[in-house]
């Protein structure tokens, strides 16, 4: 039995090394190579390399807490300058409103200022006309007791008071007027 189990050992060992190119020897020395290089990362460098890995772990998850929180805050920022700008725009309307409101008074004030200048105008003038109308009849109703007295001299061929002769001609003019 123990030569079939060296032979099968033998034959299985020729299988490996035709299949693979390879010696038996040389894949377990390979092996135990690299179990040893495994150990000695390990023992070594594991500590460092998992120390570092955490850290650069926690300096990406610090970065990422970082943007977020600046996204947050660029977020509340973009909130308060749209408050301020809806605040700006209605501060503007209610200015604009206030002016037209502002003109529209004063454009009334302009027209009641022109509307009492024109109705003063219109007054003084109508006193004047009535005053030139009055001195116009004063001036005729002179003409016309200063024409009365010429044809009652010529009339009577005497020359009468002129004073007295104007003040029964003004009479009987304004009897006549009225």
Known sequence: MGEA???FVNDALGIV???????????A???????V?????RFFFWNKVTDYLEGRKEAMAQEYNDAQNAKDEAKGL???ADAELTMIKMKSKSMVDEAKIRGEEERRAILNKAKSEADKMVVDATKEIESNIEKAKNSINDEIVSVATLMAEKIIGKEIDEKKHKDMIKKATK????
């Open 5 to 7: 189990i060296q032979s």
């Open 17 to 27: 090394e035709g299949a693979f190119g390879v010696s038996p020897k040389e894949m």
């Open 29 to 35: 020395i390979q092996i135990l190579s690299t179990l």
């Open 37 to 41: 290089l495994f150990l000695i990362v």
């Open 78 to 80: 973009r909130e308060e």
């Open 175 to 178: 009897e006549v007027a009225n």
